[in-house]
């Protein structure tokens, strides 16, 4: 695996990535973000291998459904894979995805999160507090139920921290 996991409970690595992201009328479009762009919000990150493949797509929906609950406990969802922008852009728009997905071709990122198993990310997935502090992880996660999974912990913690 190349990388090490992060330590729970200790600042989650950066995130400092292109990629796409809905805009504001809908449209996506291409985007640059970084941890600063979400504090103040909870952040489930998930790492996956590739876009249109038959489990990353499944997981995908998965977060796309629950997209409006995660919101409404203040928290965004974010996608990276070793994909590029052009095929990002292709999957959000063929499964109406309304949150970000970046691209982390040579596998920096993913590294720092020990997801990284070359050419791809593996499927690990990251819930980072507010204060940018990682809470909770999974590792060579099942995409089918994945995203109620990481709610119900987001749900917890939340519970625990009163963020």
Known sequence: MGGTLPDIGKPAPAVDLDG???????????????????RGRWLALYFYP??????????????????????????EVVGVSADDAEAHLSFCGSEGLAYPLLSDPGGV???RYGSWLAPFSARHTFLIDPDGVLRAS??????????????????????ETGQ
């Open 50 to 75: 590739k876009d249109f493949t038959s489990g990353c797509t499944l997981e995908a929906r998965g977060f796309q459904r629950d997209l409006a609950s995660f919101r409404a406990q203040n928290a």
């Open 20 to 38: 796409v992201a809905p805009g504001p009328d809908g449209t996506v479009r291409q985007t640059h973000l970084s941890m600063a762009d979400f």
């Open 138 to 159: 999974w590792v060579a996660v099942r995409p089918s139920g994945h995203s109620q999974e990481v709610l119900a912990e987001l749900s917890r913690l939340q519970g």
């Open 109 to 111: 990122v993913s590294r």
